[in-house]
Antibody, heavy 119, light 107 residues
Framework: QVQLVQSGAEVKKPGASVKVSCRAS????????MHWARQAPGQGLEWMAW????????YYLQNFQGRVTLTRDTSASTAYMELTSLRSEDTAVYYC????????????WGQGTMVTVSS | DIQMTQSPSSLSTSVGDRVTITCRAS??????LNWYQQKPGKAPKLLIY???TLQSGVPSQFSGSGSGTDFTLTISSLQPEDFATYYC?????????FGQGTKLEIK
């Protein structure tokens, strides 16, 4: 079945980097854009960035410009989100999600990856 | 960026109640409006897309309407499994943006 499986929870110190993976299965990886969003404890959803998995073009929310990088490995049907210069405010669950089409919804979500930033 | 404003932020309701959640966009988004349901510790789940189209497998007690800037999600008769947080999201322009969420609680 169509699914996105993310890598496991991470604990990082302030100033470190984290790289979260999102492995797709059950569909043609390069036919759908991949988005990333996060959710701090007890808070709402915050969209971060997206990648065109075919061309590798990316778009980053200005808040994260310079700290987030999206990449993909088409041979492994896997998307990656790297966030650098971590601070305590980056403690959150990070989600990848597939976009159906242009102006379409996010129809399949990964299970989420908890990233904890603590000294 | 387009701002999405949901109301109410929380609602105390009972099984069998009819519930309406509203979402307002800061500018016209045509019908590029999606609704998600999120339960504690789980990823969001797509309920409705294109303002009014029910995602496959979603029960028919859910419905959506609206266009332009004003949208509603209606649950015709609340079931126990419907107590969750609901988010609207515009996919009309980049960056896509979410409303702040509406939490349905048991009265």
């Amino acid at each position: 079945q169509v699914q996105l499986v993310q890598s496991g929870a991470e604990v990082k110190k302030p100033g470190a980097s984290v790289k979260v993976s999102c492995r797709a299965s059950g569909y043609t990886f390069t036919n759908y854009a991949m988005h990333w969003a996060r959710q701090a404890p007890g808070q709402g959803l915050e969209w971060m960035a997206w990648i065109n998995t075919g061309s590798s073009n990316t778009y980053y929310l200005q808040n994260f410009q310079g700290r987030v990088t999206l990449t993909r490995d088409t041979s492994a049907s896997t998307a990656y989100m790297e966030l650098t210069s971590l601070r305590s405010e980056d403690t959150a669950v990070y989600y990848c999600a597939r976009q159906v089409n242009y102006r379409g919804p996010l129809d399949i979500w990964g299970q989420g990856t908890m990233v904890t930033v603590s000294s | 960026d387009i701002q999405m404003t949901q109301s109410p932020s929380s609602l105390s309701t009972s099984v069998g109640d009819r519930v309406t959640i509203t979402c307002r966009a800061s500018q016209s988004i045509s019908t590029s409006l999606n609704w998600y349901q999120q339960k504690p510790g789980k990823a969001p789940k797509l309920l409705i897309y294109g303002a009014s189209t029910l995602q496959s497998g979603v029960p028919s007690q859910f419905s959506g309407s609206g266009s332009g800037t004003d949208f509603t999600l209606t649950i015709s008769s609340l079931q126990p499994e419907d107590f969750a947080t609901y988010y609207c999201q515009q996919s009309y322009s980049t960056p896509p943006t979410f409303g702040q969420g509406t939490k349905l609680e048991i009265k």
